[in-house]
């Protein structure tokens, strides 16, 4: 059994008008429209400001997640190449903040020894 989808009465299911309201029981549905987002495309502008703007990309990343996949995607690029940066900046800083200090210490010792 199905039902009505116009009065909800129940129905055969090889009925193809409601014996209640006399509607049509097949799909009146508009056409499905062409849900794909002409919109979203891959875009490097964006890549770029979640880089500067982690937290801006990664807002972007959730807002975008569902309704522009390939947006979100250029977002999370972002991100990921920011990451990957920032690690190695900092690598970079600690190793050669080691060398200043240790430097830094050597006169110290030098000057007590
Ligand atoms: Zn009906």
Request: charged share 10%; proline share 3%.
């Amino acid at each position: 059994m199905k039902y009505c989808a116009h009065c909800g009465a129940e129905i055969n299911d090889e009925a193809v008008v409601c014996v209640k309201c006399g509607c049509s029981t097949t799909k009146t549905d508009l056409p499905v429209v062409n849900k794909v987002n002409t919109l979203d495309v891959p875009s490097a502008g964006w890549a770029v400001l979640s880089f500067f703007f982690t937290w801006l990309g990664a807002i972007m990343f959730l807002v975008w997640r569902k309704s522009s996949p390939q947006k979100a995607n250029s977002c999370a690029q972002g991100l990921a190449i920011a990451t990957i940066v920032s690690a190695v900046f900092s690598t970079i800083v600690s190793i050669v903040w080691f060398f200043v200090f240790a430097t830094y210490f050597d006169d110290i010792f030098s000057y007590f020894l």
